[in-house]
């Protein structure tokens, strides 16, 4: 991922993205105009946050189901903290989605576990905080807070000055950096990158801390944009932020994959949600769609591998795809 | 020194370090820390109590160890569930008799697995991702089919399956039993078993080998599909009542009891009598939980912390140098 590579899953991808722009501009044109769009980008953006965070571990190989979890329970901090610490209540909730990462990140490295298991007992620890610090949906955003992830930079809201300036900085980290080199190689090749000099325990807990920090920006600017706390919102986040990797094209199995195929993965997931929105569709068939959405977005590239088109292939392929 | 069963020191060792070993010992561990703690835990009503509470997670988590073992996960079982809990008592509204209702639900179950598992095979959709989207997809069926809200009445069969008892003893163990001698079979003597744990030890070389790695995985996709199927059934006649997501729990909770209960989530080991310990202990955990008046936070707590030390303690994989 040097550089934004043009494969075949971007074609998918933008193809997609256009087909729903185009669908969006016809029933409902009211979806581009200036504040509707604004509205857009802010709802998105937590998603956004969470979903780059799981970009940067799947890249390592691993996978981070706690992640949802996590966004619920920095909410909560930050909503109550915000209001009686003012600044430093800023500095409190993102220190907490850092230090959770880094206990994430640790357990996962050090206890030599496997990182879907792991982070599946996080999000039950999470959870459990969450409900610990705030029952009940509640809490607050002081108005500067709320104004400030609300507000605008000139005409350009905050939040999407946020958004790119975080994604530009992840992509030239994981492009530029030692770092950003040694988590392709332990998400490709483990073992290897370990024989060559790589500590996959640094790297991984470096990784997981860096996603418990993404995420926590992704908290802060639910809390502000909702002006509360709710300790049951953050689950939800968890498989849409793996849906949104997968459909922007990165695979599951690590060391490929980009930051700019998340970003189209997250906007197809938010642009379907606002067709079925604008076309009157019950919501009763959101899931149903965004179901099958996701089954034939990762059918479609796959098909033209099928077995019957490339009979002889069939055992080279099980061998590079790894098993 | 003598050491228990008759075995030399180092035999004993290898023994009780054994995970399905260890997974009992934790399960008895809590029992016994509960029947302390709590008056009348260990009395025999209670126990039948937890064994009753465990069958619904006990065999949906069946059909989980073996797709975990089969080194892929099943994420759709929890809806699967839902499913199975709801439109057994819809179909009653069409006048349908209830062994036709239960086999039709059966059948969609089995369906559903199908699904899940030629994507897999033929597709190459991640088993993560294809049966996550797949769960999506079928609570959005049972959300259409029963627009919202879930009506008709339960067969009066699966009632007194998943609520009877005959003395102290529930009806529910009938089923779980034979559920389980099924799954033993179908792991330990047949040949299904064995290319079960090829695979999921290294596909390519299952696969090179001669092992028939299409039909092996769809097939453990459709058993994933018919026991939570199965475990569904019975929980509605549990709850007298159908609801939306009364599954969804269920999902995450059959994943960590296979792997509480000593298979490993890479695939290729493990076993079902380890997975049953695991169901015993999340039971024990979420009923002592309430019996102590814990809250829900309290709970989650320490399903997660428990999940994580007893990984510590024999989940951990080898060093890599």
Do not use: C
């Not at chain 1, 073992?191 to 908290?219: D, I, Q």
């Not at chain 2, 016994?32 to 209670?46: D, K, Q």
């Not at chain 2, 892929?72 to 009653?92: H, P, R, Y």
């Not at chain 2, 627009?147 to 009632?159: I, N």
């Amino acid at each position: 991922m040097s550089r934004p590579q043009w494969q075949s899953t971007t074609w998918v991808v933008v193809l997609l993205n256009v087909a729903l722009l185009v669908i969006l501009a016809v029933i409902n044109p009211m979806f581009f105009a200036y504040n509707n769009l604004i509205t857009f980008i802010v709802d998105a953006a937590p998603l956004t946050m969470v979903a780059l965070a799981q970009t940067v571990i799947i890249l390592t190989g691993g996978i981070d189901l706690s992640l949802g979890p996590l966004l619920g329970l920095v909410n909560v901090i930050a909503a109550s903290v915000l209001v009686p610490l003012g600044l430093s209540g800023l500095f409190v909730s993102l220190l907490s989605g850092v230090l959770a990462g880094l206990v994430t990140g640790a357990i996962i490295a050090l206890g030599r576990l496997q990182p879907i298991i792991v982070t599946l007992a996080m999000s039950s620890v999470w959870s459990g905080l969450a409900l610990l610090i705030m029952p009940q949906p509640g809490g607050g955003a002081p108005q500067w807070f709320i104004l400030g992830t609300t507000g605008f930079f000139g005409a350009v809201p905050m939040i999407l000055v946020l958004l790119v300036v975080v994604a530009i900085l992840l992509w030239y980290g994981f492009s530029n950096t030692r770092y950003g080199a040694h988590v392709l190689a332990i998400g490709a090749n483990e073992r290897g990158a370990m024989y060559s000099g790589v500590s996959p325990a640094k790297v991984k807990v470096l990784t997981y801390t860096l996603a418990g920090g993404l995420t926590a920006v992704g908290a802060l600017i639910l809390t502000g944009s909702a002006a509360s706390g709710d300790p049951t919102i953050g689950p939800a986040y968890t498989l849409t932020s793996i849906a949104a990797v997968v459909l922007g094209g990165t695979q599951l199995s690590g060391g490929k994959g980009s930051i700019w195929h998340t970003l189209g993965g997250v906007l197809i997931l938010e642009l379907l949600t606002q067709m079925i929105f604008y076309l009157g569709i019950s919501s009763f068939y959101q899931n149903l769609i965004e179901g099958l959405v996701l089954i034939v977005a990762m059918g479609v590239g796959p098909v033209k591998n099928l077995p019957i088109f490339h009979s002889e292939k069939r055992v080279s392929d099980a061998i590079s795809s790894g098993a | 020194m003598r050491y228990p069963l008759g075995l030399s020191r180092s035999r004993f060792r290898a023994w009780a370090t054994r995970p399905t070993v260890m997974v009992y010992g934790a399960m008895l561990a809590l029992f016994f820390l509960f029947a302390i703690v709590i008056p009348g835990y260990g009395s025999l009503n209670n126990v039948m109590n937890i064994v009753r509470l465990s069958a619904f997670l006990g065999i949906v988590a069946g059909g989980q160890t073996l797709v975990i073992i089969s080194g892929g996960i099943d994420l759709s079982v929890g809806a699967i569930m839902s499913f199975a809990d709801v439109i057994v008592a819809e179909l009653s509204l069409l006048h349908m008799s209830p062994g036709i209702a239960i086999l039709v639900t059966v059948g969609a179950g089995i369906g559903m697995g199908l699904i899940n598992g030629l994507a897999v095979v033929f597709l190459r959709i991640p088993p993560l991702i294809m049966t996550f989207a797949v769960g999506f997809v079928i609570d959005g069926l049972a959300l259409i089919i029963t627009a919202g809200s879930p009506g008709g009445t339960v067969p009066a069969l699966l009632t007194s399956l998943g609520s009877g008892s005959i003395g102290v003893v529930p009806i529910i163990l009938v089923p779980w039993i034979l559920y389980g001698l099924v799954i033993y079979l179908v792991m330990h003597r047949m040949v299904f078993g064995r290319y079960l744990y090829a695979i999921g030890q290294n596909r390519s070389v299952a696969r090179m080998a001669g092992t028939p790695y299409n039909s092996v995985t769809v097939g453990v996709y459709v058993l994933s599909g018919l026991s939570a199927t199965l475990a569904g059934l019975l929980l509605a006649g549990f709850s007298g009542v159908a609801y939306l997501g009364i599954g969804t729990p269920y999902t995450l909770e059959a994943v960590a009891a296979v792997v509480i209960g000593g298979s490993s989530i890479l695939g290729g080991s493990g076993n079902y009598l380890g997975t049953v310990a695991g169901t015993i202990i999340f039971t024990m955990i979420q009923g002592g939980m309430t019996v102590l008046n814990i809250s829900q936070a309290g709970r989650y707590l320490t399903e997660g912390i428990v999940i994580i030390l007893l990984l510590l303690a024999y989940g951990r994989s080898k060093k890599l140098v």
